[in-house]
Each structure stands twice: as C-alpha cells, then as structure tokens.
C-alpha cells in the first residue's frame, strides 16, 4: 500500500532515532582530529545515555583502608588484581577487569567500589591511569 | 552413463555467509536436491572447561557466562545449580523468582533475536532491522536490572547478587506492555505474510519420531509436537510455582508439522508464554534474602570443604542444556566441569531436516534449530607433544572401546 508506506516513512522522520549518536552526530572520516577538535572546544560531544542503576564502572581503590586479606584475589576472574607483598597492598589493571564486581563484595573493608566512569579506552595499558596504585 | 554416480558434494562452512558462526555441514547433492547432509563440528573449540577447572566456582561464574554471547544468563543459571547441587546449598526463595524473571527477559531477547536472523536468511533484511531495533527493549531492561546489557554478573552461588524492588515494577512492566502490543505486529509478519509463507511452510521437516529418534531438544522439536519442556518435566527455580503448558503448534489450532513455520510458530508463542510468566513471577514475588549466604568468603570455605558431584538442567531459549561440575574436599578448583548445550542435540536433527531439499534452502533450515556453536564445541583431542588437533569419529571411538573392554578382560589394564 503506498499510502501507508508514505505515512510509515514520514512518521519515522519525525520520530526520536532509536540509536544514540556517540561521541558526535555525524562520525568524522578522523577520529584523532575530531579529538582535537573536541579539546579546543570548536566540537561539542553528545551526551551519551544515561547509566543505569548500580552500573558497574571503572573501579576504585582506597589504598588505606585496604588490610592486605588478598580475598579479592580469590574471587578475581580474570586475574585483573596482583599481591604486592612488601607494600601489603594490591594493584589492579584496569585493561584485564571484567567488571563484576566480585571484588567489591568479598572485600571486608570495603576499599573497592565500582564508578560510573566508562570512557576508559586508552593505548597503553600501562599508563598510569590504566593500572590502579601501580 | 546411468549406472555412474551423478551427485556431488558442496561443503558449506567453517566461514561461510549462510552460517554465523564456525561450523562445517559436508552435503551431497544431485542437481540441485540435496541427498545427504553431514554436519562437522569442532572449529570453535576454546577450551573453557580446562579453564574452568583451574579456578574456584566463584571465578568460574563470570567464565561461564562468556561461553555463549546470548545465553549468559542460561550458563550461569546450570553451573550455579550444578554447584549448589554438588554442594548442598539451597538458593533462597526470593532468589529463585529473579533468576526466573530473568530467564524469561532472556529468553525473550533470544527469540526476538533468532527472528531477526530467520527474516534475514530468506531475504527480509528489513524485518532483521525492525526485530533487532525492537529487542533493545528488553536488553534495556536487563541493563536497568543487572547494570550491563549482555555480560549480567547476577548469578552467585546461593542466590542472586541484585534485587529486582518494587521501584523496578513499573519499567518491567512497561516493557512486558511493549511486546505484548508487538506480538500482533510480529504474528503478522511472520505468521502471516505470504512470501515468507512460501518460504518456510513445508521446508525442512522434522517428524515427530524423527525428533524423538534423534533427541532433538526445544521449539526445535515442539513444533514437531514433542511435549518436551525442562521448566515442566523437571521443574527448577519457580517454575513449579507458575502457570505453564508445553507450547507445541496444535494448541493454536496448527499441525504439527515440524517444518520451519510451525518453529517460527513455537518461538513466537514462546514470547507471549514468557511475557505471562514474568507477570506470573511479579505478582508472586516472596519477601526476603536474595542470597543464602552474602559472605563471600565464608561460602568459599564451605565449598573448599564440600564434596561431591551436581548437574544444572535448565530449558535454554534453545532447549535443554546442563552443566555437571564435581567438587573435591580440600581442594578450591573444580574437579571436573561438563557443559552440554542444546545445539549439541540439535545437530542431529539436521540430516532428515536437509534431506530432499534445495541449495537456497540450506541457510533457512541452517538457522531453524537457532544454532549457537559457540556453547556447543566442547571436546577436541590435543597431541600436546606434537601439537597436532583432531576429533574422533563414532567409528574410531567404538573401535577404541572394544579394545579396552579387551584390555580389561585379559587383565593388562
């Protein structure tokens, strides 16, 4: 019927996309210049959607409150926390964490906390903001 | 001429456009029939039950989820109840209605899903758009409940790690409302309209003693009218509680001919079945603990000390599954870990499903069981000396188990 094709079409103009553009509405040809461009100011970034409850984010850490029990090392899926045993602490890459949130809740102290931080791609793995109390 | 052989053979796969996944169907064709179809498993062998072995079950539950991208939920549910089973430990009453709501979004999101993939195989790519735009629905849903769209991390052993409150009811809801007004849009698309009629009605049939023959599990042989159905037959987490019958074609005034259509059929009424299930589960919700034990590390002590062997059968979205796991005293790992999905029966249906049908068919039936090798290939043999990999045949294995029943009888094993 091309009536209610016609209709169909116009009402899907008018309509909200299902689809939320991110970082940008139309996607630049180059991602490292669009950066750039975001960080002068000239390029505005569209607000990604909104999290939901409890989202399970970055992770992090309170060094001092942290006791040494290693029971987050028990439950650590992907490996992702290491022992330092002169310090007494532990170091966590964020690059290997699958973010389950397993630590957060066998730690007694409650050092470890999940945050609503997700923009964490990066290219080096190492740096320091990739690996927590490096 | 006549006496000579005039069939050939097409292999499709392990990468292949009519295929998703990597997986290998040898067929034997004459013209354009096909006369035999064999199917070869064993290129997406990942190793995860040796994984799985080296670490203790609460490490291994994130693990199980990654086995397949669409059933996290389905894994994570059959090794929990596999371990709890092994250990003695009962989920709490609360919990086991959240794990059944859950199951049922998931399952859910899996037929909306295989939908999409179905309109796709035989050429409505617009209707793949519209099934995979409506399914963000209830994956927003699940995000809203679990804290991530695919990868949940709510299964624990004992229980569940989040709660579904009453503040949650009304988006649940609102979502339930959403595919109960869709069905009737997806009933006459698939149901009803007339090329993709042409296209599945009569098209790869499974009879139904074919399908009990070869223990085919889930709408694969409901639609041959099979009453096959775990959440029935064996109930686990609240289904003994709740309202259900086995969905096969006749109940809806169909026949049960086991084709591609009366499995579209069995898949779409599947949805309206676990639409009234949550209702069900909503309305019923008990009070009390999520988790029998919420300390963690106590828990880890009780199954380093438990001692035995448990199995998790659970009706995936695509039939019955389970997972055997084998706990040993003082030891923190796993003694042993099986998984068996249901693509893993499934594959058998193929050769009668296949058989006397045409080339531009393949795709469609190929897709009909809503195959998923990634859950499936679990064994391949690895010379570790010469790193070479292979896979027994049914032939050689009989072979090497004759010769072992000889062994032990002249007493040299």
């Known amino acids: ?134 | 001429m006549s006496d000579k052989d005039t069939t050939y053979q097409v292999p499709i796969g392990p990468i292949h456009p009519a295929l998703k996944e990597p997986f290998m169907i040898n067929f034997r064709l004459d013209g354009e029939t096909i006369v035999d179809a064999e199917a070869h498993p064993g290129m997406n062998h990942r190793g995860i039950e040796f994984m799985g072995m080296h670490r203790n079950p609460l490490k291994v539950i994130p693990l199980s989820e990654r086995i397949c991208g669409i059933c996290s939920i389905v894994h994570q549910h059959m090794f929990t109840t596999a371990v709890e089973h092994a250990a003695g430990i009962e989920p709490t009453n609360r919990a086991r209605y959240i794990r059944t709501i859950m199951a049922e979004l998931e399952r859910i999101h899996s037929h909306v899903l295989w939908a999409g993939v179905a309109a796709h195989e035989i050429g409505f790519d617009t209707h793949l758009h519209f099934t995979w735009k409506v399914r963000e629905k209830v994956m927003d849903l699940l995000e809203y409940i679990a804290g991530n769209r695919v990868n949940y991390s709510m299964w624990t052993i004992g229980g569940v790690r989040r709660d579904i409150t009453e503040k949650m009811y009304p988006k649940v809801n609102e979502t339930l409302d959403y595919y109960e007004s869709l069905y009737k849009k997806l009933e006459e698309i698939f149901l009803g309209d007339p090329s993709i009629r042409l296209r599945t009605k009569d098209i790869g049939i499974l009879t139904e003693e074919e399908a009990l023959r070869l223990c085919g599990v889930g709408p694969t042989v409901r639609a041959s009218g099979v009453k096959k159905d775990v959440r029935i037959d064996q109930p686990y987490a609240a289904y003994g509680d709740l309202d259900l019958d086995y969905v096969i074609p006749s109940r809806y005034g169909y026949e049960n001919t086991g084709d591609v259509f009366s499995k579209t059929l069995v898949r779409l009424k599947e949805l309206v079945q676990s639409i009234d299930l949550i209702r069900q589960c909503v309305d019923q919700m008990p009070e009390g603990d999520i988790d029998s034990e919420p300390k963690k590390a106590v828990l880890l002590n009780k199954l380093k000390k438990a001692d035995g062997e448990g199995i998790g059968r659970i009706e995936a979205p695509r039939g019955e599954a389970f997972h055997y796991a084998r706990l040993k005293e003082g030891q923190e790992e796993l003694d042993c870990w099986k998984i068996r999905a249901s693509t893993y029966n499934n594959l058998t249906t193929y050769a009668p499903m296949f058989m006397g049908e045409q080339i531009a068919d393949i795709p469609i039936i190929a897709a009909c069981i809503d195959p998923c090798i990634g859950c499936m290939d679990r064994a391949e043999i690895v010379e570790i000396n010469s790193g070479e990999r292979y896979s027994y045949t049914h032939e050689e294995l009989h072979v090497l188990s004759v010769e072992k029943t000889k062994k032990i009888l002249e007493g040299s094993l």
């Open chain 1, 1 to 134: 019927m091309p009536t209610s094709t016609i209709y169909t079409l116009i009402k899907q103009l008018l309509t909200k996309k299902a689809t939320n553009p991110f970082p940008v509405k139309y996607t630049p040809n180059n991602m490292h210049a669009a950066a750039s461009l975001i960080e002068s100011g000239d390029l505005t970034i569209n607000p990604p959607v909104e999290l939901p409850p409890d989202f399970r984010g970055k992770l992090s850490y309170d060094v001092d409150a942290c006791i040494g029990c290693q029971l987050c090392l028990k439950v650590c899926p992907a490996e992702a926390l290491v022992f330092k045993s002169e310090e007494r602490k532990v170091k966590h890459y964020v690059s290997r964490c699958t973010f389950c949130a397993q630590c957060a809740n066998i730690c007694p102290k409650d050092c470890f906390e999940m945050t609503e931080e997700f923009l964490i791609a990066g290219l080096d793995k190492y740096s320091d903001d990739m690996i927590l109390n490096p």
